[in-house]
């Protein structure tokens, strides 16, 4: 638990640091403000670029990708097998910060969309050792293998909260963005080899299960550089 309250901590002293920045001074105006912003979080890694077109009112643009890999995430019972775990998203994205409350400039409202040009997550399960049947002895190309593909490409609404002034005071501070996007519905399938063919089969049921897989929450922490 020491991680998330590491984490916790550092966004409580951001915020105070960006609240008392505000004290005694008028609110800054977004207009004509310009950043660059790098971020990190659970969309991966991206960059943006941010723009205040009215005084309330800025707007964003940029991209994100994470690519995942993992090994063995589950077991099979009775069944000695790998498994391999890989996840691609890849998105651009258009987002509006508005400040509704002009006296807490550090507080805003985020609306947008993405679209996910490439989003998706496979899992392929591999037998690791030979299968006894009886006095049958069959081997891990005879067994086969069984991929899970599942697909959210397309466009994704976003709805989320920030923290922290988009644009800095002087050059440079960190922000934040708590939301999340609405996925496309997903599209799955199994495909099966050798013995293992006839998994196939189960992809209605695998589409079913999965089919309220839509919500991607997005924390993130963001570093801008003010233009």
Do not use: C
């Not at 977004?30 to 670029?49: H, P």
């Not at 081997?139 to 923290?163: C, H, M, R, S």
């Amino acid at each position: 638990m020491y991680f998330p309250r590491s984490i916790l901590l550092l966004f409580l002293l951001l915020l105070y640091y960006n609240v008392n920045a505000q004290n005694g001074n008028q609110p800054p105006s977004l207009l004509d403000q310009k950043s660059v912003l790098l971020n990190v979080g659970t969309q991966g890694v991206g960059a943006e670029f941010a723009y205040g077109v009215l005084p309330e009112l800025a707007l964003r643009g940029g991209l994100n990708f994470i690519p995942f890999k993992a090994h063995n995430v589950f077991k099979i019972s009775g069944f000695n097998s790998t498994s391999n775990l890989s996840a691609n998203f890849y998105n651009v994205h258009a987002l509006a910060d508005y400040t509704p409350i002009k006296t807490a400039s550090w507080f805003r409202l985020v609306g947008g969309f993405a679209y996910f040009f490439k989003a998706k997550g496979d899992i392929r399960v591999i037998p690791s050792d030979d299968y006894k049947y009886g006095d049958l002895v069959l081997t891990e190309d005879q067994i086969g293998y069984v991929d899970l593909k599942v697909n959210w490409k397309g466009l994704a609404p976003y709805l989320g909260l920030a923290f922290a002034h988009i644009f800095p005071r002087n050059k440079f501070n960190v922000n934040f963005d708590l939301g999340t996007y609405y996925l496309s519905k997903p599209k799955a399938d199994i495909i099966g080899t050798g013995l293992l063919e006839g998994n196939s089969s189960q992809t209605p049921q695998f589409q079913s299960n999965i089919k309220d897989y839509r919500w991607l929450p997005i924390v993130q922490v963001n570093f801008s550089y003010r233009l």
